[in-house]
């Protein structure tokens, strides 16, 4: 019998020295714009909010997809907002105490006639993927919508489900 593939492993080791080993730091929590907590741990399951694209605390682009904002710079919006869910979760419960992505929901500012939200909505799924190898599969849900709180093209929320 064969040992399992090394990304089917990942989950037995530690998600921080995977991030590390993949170059990837966790940028700082991003701090609300309004009424909420950045995440909330329902028995083992966490919930992060609506995660936007911050920098440094402010947006890195602001536009519609399809529009001012093209489809990979877009992703890669997507992906800056599943780190600060990261990064959320981390303060909350620790990041090495995932045992699963369980869904991701994004959201995309979307000019009329754009329908490539999957596409864009990759850009988390993937990092998720390269992070968390078979623990990192998961349902999901690409929105368009007209709008985003500060005029962010892309949004992202998380939930994970605890060891």
Request: glycine letters at 12%; aromatic letters at 4%; hydrophobic letters at 50%.
């Amino acid at each position: 019998m064969t040992g399992p593939a090394p990304e089917a492993a990942a989950p037995a080791q530690s998600w921080h020295a995977r991030l590390a080993e993949l170059g990837i730091r966790l940028p700082p929590v991003a701090a609300p714009v309004a009424s909420y907590v950045p995440a909330v741990r329902a028995g083992s399951l966490v919930f992060t909010s609506g995660q936007l694209p911050f920098v440094e605390g402010g947006l890195r682009r602001t536009g519609k997809v399809g529009g001012s904002v093209d489809v990979e710079a877009a992703a890669a919006d997507a992906k800056l907002c599943a780190l600060n869910a990261l990064a959320a979760i981390d303060e909350l419960v620790g990041l090495d105490s995932i045992a699963r992505v369980v869904r991701v929901v994004g959201y995309v500012a979307s000019a009329e006639g754009f329908t490539g939200q999957p596409r864009v909505v990759n850009g988390a799924s993937e990092l998720l993927g390269r992070i968390f190898g078979e623990a990192g599969q998961h349902a999901r849900s690409a929105v368009g919508v007209a709008e985003l709180p500060l005029g962010a093209a892309v949004e992202v929320e998380l939930t994970v489900e605890l060891r």
